[in-house]
């Protein structure tokens, strides 16, 4: 079953940092590029950052460029979210996302539950 | 920076046919995807590269993009259709990705 779970989030202060991850089954992240969208309460939908296939290239909104980071682990079939430097305005939940494009979007056809992070 | 713009809301009867636009620079040039969103669920594929409609999509939607504008069209609106809807696309780099503003649809 293809399916995508993050986890990781919680309250943290301003200025800390936080990892979040994206398990995903069912599928080699490899073979897709990879999202993470957020959604502050009750506001619209936000693009955070994108690893194309082989994380050979990440782009970032630009609210989080040199504050956020994305990566992988291959051989766990993970796909992890690195935030420091948190602003109150980060509070939101973060979904990850896979993109059926191998090096742009194709569409996000497949989509985790979401992590709720709370910077306070 | 980019910017996707939407109709705030649109409200339609059941049955009648609703129509959400999307506004950008680089839609001329570039696909605009189409994502559906529930009351607290994850967003959900509805149309992709400006016409095409995912596996399991209903026909009622469907998509149309003409110069910098992209439209959403849900022909005979269900009630289950209400929820917001939100185009996606890239400025003229492709490295800047970005949401619509996001529009609620009101079947009632």
């Known amino acids: 079953q293809v399916q995508l779970v993050e986890s990781g989030g919680g309250v943290v202060q301003p200025g800390r940092s936080l990892r979040l991850s994206c398990s995903a089954s069912g599928f080699n992240l490899l073979g897709y590029g990879m999202h993470w969208v957020r959604q502050a309460p009750g506001k619209g939908l936000e693009w955070v950052a994108v690893t194309w296939s082989h994380g050979s290239d990440n782009n970032y909104a630009e609210s989080v460029k040199g504050r956020f980071t994305v990566s992988r682990d291959n051989s766990n079939n993970i796909f992890y979210l690195h935030m420091s430097g948190l602003r109150v305005e980060d509070t939101a939940v973060y979904f990850c996302?896979?993109?059926?494009?191998?090096?742009?979007?194709?569409?996000?056809?497949?989509w985790g539950h979401g992590t709720t992070v709370i910077v306070s | 920076s980019y910017e996707l713009t939407q109709p705030h809301s649109v409200s339609v009867s059941p049955g009648q046919t609703a129509r959400i636009t999307c506004s950008g620079d680089a839609l001329a040039k570039k696909y605009t995807f189409w994502y559906q969103q529930k009351s607290d669920q994850a967003p959900v594929l509805v149309i992709s590269?400006?016409?095409r409609r995912p596996s399991g999509i209903p026909a009622r939607f469907s998509g149309s993009s003409s110069g910098t504008v992209a439209t959403l069209t849900i022909s005979g609106a269900q009630v289950e259709d209400e929820a917001d809807y939100y185009c996606f696309s890239t400025d003229s780099s492709g490295n800047l990705l970005v949401f619509g503003t996001g529009t609620k649809v009101s079947v009632l």
């Open positions: 996302a896979r993109d059926q494009g191998l090096v742009h979007t194709d569409g996000m056809d497949v």
């Open positions: 590269e400006d016409t």
